[in-house]
């Protein structure tokens, strides 16, 4: 096992005359042993970043290390990585263990070793019983499993995932989740994985990585970036559906008070949080709470003290455990998303009155974009 060490990684792709930044300087230290996802919206330099420590991507600029070897001009098949896609292309007329020994037979290892490689892996995947079958006749599960096998028996330094689980349904998706999960407690093998599934990237990471334009925009823990989203992509990117993200200003009221929307919409600001941001009053910023925060107010205080803010229902979505509503503020320049209890009774068009759990706000400068540390 290895780790992994980027520093400063660019890529350029020429495009004639233009020429593409597709990974903007990363830097990124995976310890030996530690599974890292990266997560970003399509396009970011996910698979990029990740083809470039394969080796089957040229790297730009900066170094690419795994353990202490500088990678940058080693061959793909010298780095002893092992990597599953999405599209994991099984050898049709191989059987199933005919496909996982491939790899290991090209590299001239003696069948006496390979066999019981090959039924090691098996075992671990739960695949013994398919051994001698061929993939069209097994499930979308078993053949994604049967490629996980392919990979572990090389017994690689680092596991590379590119989206290995966008083509199963979701069950299936969760069941391989936790497969994979499962796996690397047993190996505890380096893994870094590819995805933008959030249930995915915040199941399985030890820590995740969020990529933005070929950036990265915060390496933590999956419950730090929850909790304490480094800028408003991270706040909306993790957590689902997304944080409120919702500008307005701060004006002085007796406390503090951010207002938006003429003062159709105004909160007043948990007296913590006055000597943070008293200097930023009279200015813009960014108010930012998760629907999970966010309650309908029954009466006329809300809770904690916070009066709510008078929206009209837009949409009202029961997806079993929970209802979701989406509302707006008069002026129509404030969306606000809650999730509620299943049983609440609203519908779309009526008045509702919801406040935000003064515990959970968060504050992001309105020209960084950046969080507002928290008091
Ligand atoms: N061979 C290539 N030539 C030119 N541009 C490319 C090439 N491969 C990728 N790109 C560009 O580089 C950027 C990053 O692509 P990449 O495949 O790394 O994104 P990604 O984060 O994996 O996205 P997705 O979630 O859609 O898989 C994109 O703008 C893409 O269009
Ligand atoms: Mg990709």
Not at 89 to 104: C, I, R
């Amino acid at each position: 096992m290895a780790s992994v060490t980027l520093v400063g990684v660019r890529k350029i792709y020429q495009e004639g005359p233009r020429a593409r930044v597709a990974v903007d300087g990363v830097d990124l230290a995976v310890l030996d042993g530690e599974f890292v996802v990266l997560v970003g919206p399509s396009g970011c330099g996910k698979s990029t970043t990740l083809r470039m420590i394969a080796g089957l991507e040229s790297i730009s600029a900066g170094t690419v290390r795994i353990g202490e070897r500088v990678m940058n001009d080693v061959a793909a098949k010298d780095r002893n990585i092992a990597m599953v896609f999405q599209n994991y292309a099984l050898y049709p007329h191989m059987t199933v263990l005919e496909n996982m020994a491939f790899g290991l037979k090209l590299r001239g290892l003696p069948a006496r070793e390979i066999d019981p490689r090959v039924r090691e892996a098996a075992a671990l995947l739960g695949i013994t019983p398919l051994l001698e079958r061929r993939p069209r006749h097994l499930s979308g599960g078993e053949q994604q499993r049967v490629a996980l096998g392919r990979a572990l028996v090389r017994k690689p330094d680092v596991f590379l995932f590119d989206e290995p689980l966008s083509n199963l349904d979701a069950k299936l998706r969760v069941q391989m989740r936790r497969e994979i999960a499962r796996l690397h407690r047993e190996l505890r093998a380096t893994m870094l994985y590819v995805t933008h599934d959030q249930a995915e990237a915040m199941t399985l990471g030890d820590r995740i990585v969020v990529l933005n334009g070929g950036q990265v925009q915060q390496i933590d823990t999956p419950l730090e970036t929850y909790r304490r989203p480094r800028n408003t992509f991270v706040a909306g990117f993790i957590g689902s559906p997304a944080m409120n993200l919702l500008p307005g200003v701060l004006v002085r009221h007796g406390g503090l008070r951010f207002r938006a929307d003429g003062d159709a919409f105004a909160v007043d600001i948990p007296p913590v949080w006055e000597r943070t941001l008293a200097p930023r009053e009279g200015r813009p910023v960014i108010l930012g709470v998760r629907p999970e925060d966010v309650r309908p107010t029954v009466g006329a205080a809300g809770g904690g003290g916070m009066a709510g803010v008078r929206l009209r229902l837009d949409l009202v979505e029961p997806v079993g455990q929970e209802l979701l509503v989406s509302a707006h503020s008069e002026g129509g320049a404030q969306e606000v998303t809650a999730r509620l209890a299943p049983g609440s009774q609203v519908e779309p068009g009526q008045e509702i009155t919801l406040s935000f759990d003064p515990d959970a706000l968060h504050f992001f400068d309105a020209e960084t974009r950046k969080r507002i540390p928290a008091p």
